[in-house]
């Protein structure tokens, strides 16, 4: 248990860690070097410690499953960061997720959803919905940029990339399985970060080119430089490798993935108290309540849905 609960932490942390980053660098710019630094730091160790985890065939379904993933979902997770800020965004995004997991599971690969499924995904959803209404007597801060509806968009994009790239990681894993190869997590991460790095790369390019513009103020000195790559560090250390790593230690050590991903889902709820430390968002005690329903109906899912 104590390796899912560091999971929690570490995925906390590493939200906040990219919001800071995605206010700091931009969202795409931010996202593109935080998944160069992790490519970097997985493809060392799986080139090193594990090259005999490459092959062909599961490479591929892991590229895949990288671009929706770590492509689509990250960018979708760090253009929400810079609009609604880390709190709604992880909501969105970790709630969503099995929401959108289950449903591809059903058109793709059929497995159906079950009525108790349904009735919790509708739970999730109207937690969802309690977090997301509006204080009007608060403004908003200063430093998150772009429209609010943007950025609750941009977080069901993330949702829907990671729930998906989740499904198309298990076709990966029955692949694994038929040819004989064994993968572990650390290898699993490294190939799909490659293919969100790429993705991510060209789309920032693309976005500079059609409207080219300056890093921020607030960074151009070079102390506020090293603060922009401290949190940058963080943003990928806590998260795709770190993270990752504990994550793929509490599913060794607990056995029971549905546990762990039960556990795991209380990020939104731990990551609260970060978020109104570091960005100064001070949830509303409705938002509270929407975010422990939908987290709880995350939690019951997982569990659920475990074999």
Known sequence: MSWALLTTFLFALSAVSGQRTAIRLGGLTGNFWRLLLSTVVLGTIVLVAYPESLAGPTFAWYFVSGLVGFGVGDIGLFLAYERIGSRLAVLLNLCLAPVFAATVEWLWLGNEL??????????????????????????????????????????????????????????????????????????????????????????????????????????????????????????ALTGPVIGVSCFQQALAVMGSGGLVLAVVAITPIVLMPMAWWVEKDRPTRLSIAGAVVAVTGVVLLNLLRQP
């Open 114 to 235: 079950s009525p108790r499924e349904i009735g919790i995904a509708a739970l999730i959803l109207a937690g969802v919905a309690m977090a997301l209404r509006p204080d009007r007597t608060r403004k908003r801060s200063a430093e998150l940029q772009g429209r609010f509806s943007t950025g609750v968009v941009a977080a069901i994009v993330a949702g829907f990339g990671q729930g998906t790239g989740a499904v198309i990681s298990r076709k990966a894993n029955e692949v694994e399985r038929a040819i004989g190869v064994e993968i572990n997590g650390l290898s699993e991460a490294g190939q799909r970060v490659v293919a969100g790095m790429l993705m991510t790369g060209i789309v920032a390019w693309a976005w500079r080119r059609w409207r080219p513009g300056r890093l921020p103020a607030e960074i151009t000195g070079a102390n506020q430089r090293w603060v922009t790559f401290g949190w940058l560090a963080a943003a």
